[in-house]
């Protein structure tokens, strides 16, 4: 069974800055695409980054442009998501997951690691 684990998610105030990690298992982690996701209390669960297994190409939703950066750290099979200048409206649960290169659904999810920022 796949598993990915997010970790990191606090309370923070605004502009503060959090990094979240997502562990992936060592059999995917060098062949699937990750991505970070979240999800705020009534609405949809958004991608805000992902970046490629093969070559290391990251990509951004406009709302976190500039302001999140995502990584991966080939050595301990970890992605991590830079979050700085965190705004009240970038409370949420993140969530991480993996995809196959060919595919374009994320397959495997993390269970959540949730970001509260505060006034």
């Known amino acids: 069974q796949v598993r990915m684990v997010e970790f990191g998610g606090r309370l923070v105030q605004a502009g503060d800055s959090l990094r979240l990690s997502c562990v992936a298992p060592?059999?995917?982690?060098?062949?699937?695409?990750i991505g970070w996701f979240r999800q705020a209390p009534g609405k949809e669960r958004a991608l805000l980054a992902s970046?490629?297994?093969?070559?290391?190409?990251?990509d951004y939703a406009d709302s976190v442009k500039g302001r999140f950066t995502i990584s991966r750290d080939n050595t301990k099979n970890t992605v991590h998501l830079q979050m700085n200048s965190l705004k009240r409206d970038d409370t949420a649960i993140y969530y991480c997951?993996?995809?196959?290169?060919?595919?374009?659904?994320?397959?495997?999810w993390g269970q959540g690691t949730q970001v509260t920022v505060s006034s």
């Open positions: 970046i490629r297994a093969n070559d290391g190409r990251a």
């Open positions: 997951a993996a995809k196959r290169m060919t595919l374009s659904a994320y397959e495997y």
């Open positions: 060592e059999s995917i982690f060098g062949t699937y695409h």
